[in-house]
């Protein structure tokens, strides 16, 4: 049987079996804790030039079910799980997903302790690896010298495009910093025409659009990295354009407002992230996926107050603007976590165009 290893920085090595494509790849570590929704992790461009580990022991029990994408490329750089299933059973299946990692050149590595390895990232902190087949191949400053850059760019839309909804009320500018489709589907179920835009758009062409509303998509990497994309977002908060932030939006969106972000030190994935609503008291269980926070302490008073917060960790959730009629959340309002879904903040967002129009007339 072929082996294959994951190279730590640290210097730790897990044997395992390669799977899909077999080739080397180093990239950072990281893992969600999500039980399914491993199509959703496998598609969320969130994942860019990262190397995505399954906490869950069983992984690909239902198979390859293409409608269920939130994009068309596998993100990740690589993929391991504790096990993967090779005979799937369910009734919208298209396949298996060895198979399917390897007609999309997608590496992945099954059969380590993927418990060890997890608990070492919670201990540690997100490091940076390597898959191979040789672990003398592996450089280790290399390894530790890897950085995701230029991420958003790389997943970005290059062009502009329109996704229209049935009996449309509303123009909605949406900015692809690595978006997923579902962010779409949300604003089209309520009645909003969807501009999709390019990660550099300009405010000149966000003011000729005349749109009712902005939502700033999800999207991977270090978030301060964006100074293009920070700057005009400053210079498009003077426009009192009704917005809404989900995930690396969220994080962009107050570091246009001067605000902060820090890197966690093992973050936020998975399906199962307890989110407190500090206006009313209530936990929601959210869908996350981040490696980087706003940093409360950093909040203006005057500007801005915070709207949510970990409740594991006290880390800032989201933002509600008193100078412009925005607000913004760390976690995935469109993804379905649970049975109290936060997609009611979907139609927030519609309310706060509403109310705009209105007072335009």
């Given at each position: 049987m072929k082996k294959a290893y994951l190279v730590l920085e640290n210097g730790c090595v897990f044997e395992g079996?390669?799977?899909?494509?077999?080739a080397d790849v180093t990239a950072e570590v990281v893992f969600t804790t999500g039980m399914t929704g491993y199509l959703e992790t496998l598609t969320d461009k969130s994942y860019h030039g990262q190397i995505v580990v399954q906490t869950f022991p069983l992984i690909g029990n239902y198979g390859v079910i293409p409608a269920d994408f939130e994009g068309e490329v596998i993100a990740p750089s690589a993929y391991i799980v504790k096990e993967w299933c090779e005979e799937p059973s369910n009734f919208r299946s298209e396949g298996d997903l060895g198979t399917f990692f390897k007609e999309r050149g997608v590496?992945?590595?099954?059969?380590?302790?993927?418990?060890?390895?997890?608990?070492?990232?919670?201990?540690?902190?997100?490091?940076?690896?390597?898959?191979?087949?040789?672990p003398a191949r592996a450089d280790?400053?290399?390894?530790?010298?890897?950085?995701?850059e230029k991420s958003v760019e790389s997943v970005s839309t290059a062009e502009p495009y329109e996704l229209k909804a049935e009996n449309a009320r509303f123009r909605v500018g949406l900015f692809d910093f690595g978006l997923k489709r579902n962010i779409a589907r949300s604003l089209n179920a309520r009645g909003c025409d969807v501009f999709i835009l390019p990660y550099d758009t300009k405010p000149e062409t966000v003011k000729d659009l005349a749109l009712d509303g902005i939502m700033l998509s999800n999207g991977p990497g270090d978030p301060a990295d964006n100074t293009g994309v920070i700057s005009n977002l400053k210079e498009i908060s003077s426009l009192r354009i009704p917005t809404f932030g989900i995930c690396l939006g969220h994080q962009l969106l107050a570091l246009s407002h001067g605000f902060k972000t820090e890197k966690l030190k093992y973050g936020h994935r998975g399906a199962n992230q307890p989110a407190k609503d500090l206006t009313t008291g209530k936990v929601y269980i959210t869908s996350q996926n981040h490696g980087y926070a706003v940093v409360s302490d950093s909040i203006d008073p005057a500007v801005a107050s915070e709207l949510f917060i970990n409740a594991n960790d006290g880390t800032c959730?989201?933002?509600?603007?008193?100078?412009?009629?925005?607000?913004?959340?760390?976690?995935?309002?469109?993804?379905?976590?649970?049975?109290?879904?936060?997609?009611?903040?979907?139609?927030?967002?519609?309310?706060?165009m509403e109310v705009n129009k209105n007072a335009s007339r």
């Open positions: 079996t390669p799977f899909g494509k077999e590496v992945g590595l099954s059969g380590i302790d993927t418990r060890t390895l997890v608990t070492m990232i919670r201990e540690s902190g997100v490091m940076n690896g390597m898959i191979t087949s040789d280790m400053e290399k390894i530790r010298a890897y950085r995701v959730e989201g933002i509600e603007y008193k100078t412009e009629p925005a607000f913004s959340v760390q976690f995935h309002p469109e993804a379905c976590a649970g049975p109290r879904d936060t997609e009611f903040l979907f139609d927030r967002f519609v309310g706060l």
